[in-house]
Structure formats: C-alpha cells, structure tokens
Nanobody
Framework: QVQLVESGGGRVQAGGSLRLSCAAS??????MGWVRQAPGKERDFIAA????????YYAEYVKGRFTISRDNAKNTVYLQMNSLKPEDTAVYYC???????????????WGQGTQVTVSS
C-alpha cells in the first residue's frame, strides 16, 4: 500500500498562486490524482498523472491554470495552481491508483487533505 500526505495549502488572494505537494511512501508505481471538495459539495476530480508522466488529465475548468507533475525520485506529486479564483476554495486531496487514472472510483488510497482558501 501507499501512504499520502498533502501540504502547501493556505490562503491566497484571487489571481495568486499556490503549489500543493503530495508526499508518498510505501509501494511505488501508482498513478496519482488530485480531487477537491468544498463543504456541502460533491468531489471535483481536477487532475491526474500516470506513473511515468506519459498520461495526464485536467478538468476543463482548470486547464491553462493548473499543472500536475511528479518527481518519482522524491516520491512526490505536485499541483501548481495559478490564476486562482474564489471558486477554487476547497480541501484538496491527493489519491493513488494502480489502474485507471481517469476516474475517482479507481483510487484506492487517499491523503488527509490540505485546505486552499482563495479570497476576493
């Protein structure tokens, strides 16, 4: 199995940037995704990346603003978030899958989340 710990969240004004990190330990070879959830709302699947970074996915509403990347030597996945908007406010979770990266139903392991708050 794999253990995941997110970091890098915080408060930023609209138009600003944050970089989230997800440190993994345990088994390797997982695809990784980022999912966010605001209070009272359903999960939003926003980005994913394959083990060798050969495959990526972005939700349409973050394309051009967010970039997912990974450094397997450091067992870390990143989410660079630029041009942040108030509607990006949520708890951001990273997750790991041994199968498809394209659906949250395929992710078996989840971190505890990190809060991102974007102020107007």
């Amino acid at each position: 199995q794999v253990q995941l710990v997110e970091s890098g969240g915080g408060r930023v004004q609209a138009g600003g940037s944050l970089r989230l990190s997800c440190a993994a330990s345990g088994r390797t070879g997982y695809g990784m995704g980022w999912v966010r959830q605001a209070p009272g709302k359903e999960r939003d699947f926003i980005a994913a990346i394959g083990w060798s970074s050969d495959m990526t996915y972005y939700a349409e509403y973050v394309k051009g603003r967010f970039t997912i990347s990974r450094d397997n030597a450091k067992n870390t996945v990143y989410l660079q978030m630029n041009s942040l908007k108030p509607e990006d406010t949520a708890v951001y979770y990273c997750a790991a899958t041994r199968t498809s990266i394209y659906s949250t139903t395929q992710y078996d392991y989840w971190g505890q989340g990190t809060q991102v708050t974007v102020s107007s």
